[in-house]
């Protein structure tokens, strides 16, 4: 009889967590993923705000699991399950479909965005959840300083707009106000930094909704006093190519929209929901047995996906759900039971700025250049990789000294607009 075959689905924070923890386990692993690269999402806005070259924060999974033999690599997409025969359905990169057996099952898919019933609006105000959409979206950024600078009227080009207010939401308005302010000053002679008008926008009366009231306030003070424009209680109505208009009637102009709002389970959760007969909550997440993180007894699921007594969709839940679900599969292999799963809030962070974060953890509450401190401390200590923790290190050292980013490239070629 073969080796116990464990198949995990998604190489993010809890499904990288299952496989690294299986490593030197009596078991081969097989980690499916779209990409061949773990994605740091805590970290995507500083690539999309050109602070941080795409590899910094993706190392590929094959470097990753060099050294783990029991660990293998399948670059494909997942389509549907087959509980009953123990099979997980799979589109190869080469048009072929495969169907790959397995004895343990863990699926981390992750979420997608949500744009709440209006999906037309991501042709203007696209998300930022993957690599390439933020590699796309640093383009959108700059392009629109080129266009500005040839532009009949420049303060068009120069009007940027962010739905959502929570951390992403923030850090991408904070990133975007340095950017112009402080690093790409003086290398556009032609317009003025301060012509740059950056709106946030959310339908929640506060930035930061999880935070304390005082980090809420020190976040939107300092985001003011960056240039930003806070609207919060303002719901999105409508989105189009100029601008949006909340449901107020309020109108905010701006060429470039990022959507920071609403975020959905994969369609994987659904998929896996019906062969297993699992319930599923508002959300589209599968709800999961607390104790161990199962669907069924050979079906785990974790992270953003799950709805595990509601835990939010941050990195740290599917960091602990993934180290546990590693736990329970290596104690049944020795004939074990693993302790109940037991989450610990380690709190949540956001940076405002180069010098400025907030941290709440507990009764702890950080903000400043010592919130700035921890919230470094700790998204180094959880990125992966000795070389990409010193690469990231090295370009926030350069930014706060010079304000320089690292990567202020527009891969996209200029295309003319056809004129009528």
Known sequence: MGKHRVVVVGGGFGGLGVVRGLNRADAEVTLIDRTNHHLFQPLLYQVATALLPAGDIAPAFRAILRRQRNAHVLLGEVTGFDTAAKRVHVDLTDGRSRQVEYDTLVVA????????????????????????????????LLRAFETAVAAGDPKQWL??????????????????????????????REIDPRDVRITLVDAAPHVLPPFSAALREHTRVKLESLGVTVMTSAMVESIDAAGLTTKDGDRVE???????????????????????????????????????????????????????????????????????VARVIKARLNGRRAKPFRYLDLGTMATISPGDAVADIKRLRLKGLIGKAAWAVVHIAFLVGFRNRIAVLTQWGWNLVTGRRAQPIILEPVRAIERK
Not at 159 to 178: H, K, M, N, R, Y
Not at 308 to 322: C, F, S
Request: contains cysteine.
């Open 109 to 140: 898919a992750g979420s997608r965005d949500s744009y709440f019933g209006h999906d037309e609006w991501a042709g203007s105000a696209p998300p930022m959840k993957t690599l390439e959409q933020a590699v796309a979206l640093r383009s959108r």
């Open 159 to 188: 009007s940027f707009a962010v739905v959502g207010a929570g951390p992403t939401g923030v850090e991408l308005a904070g990133q975007i106000a340095d950017l112009a302010r402080r690093a790409l000053k003086g290398q556009f």
């Open 254 to 324: 701006a060429r470039t929209i990022i959507w920071a709002a609403g975020v959905q389970a994969s369609p994987l959760a659904r998929k896996l929901a019906e062969a297993t007969n699992a319930e599923t909550d508002r959300k589209g997440r599968i709800v999961v047995n607390p104790v161990d993180c199962s669907v069924t007894d050979d079906v785990f699921a974790i992270g953003d996906m799950v709805n595990l007594n509601d835990l939010p969709g941050i990195a740290e839940p599917a960091l602990q759900e993934g180290h546990h």
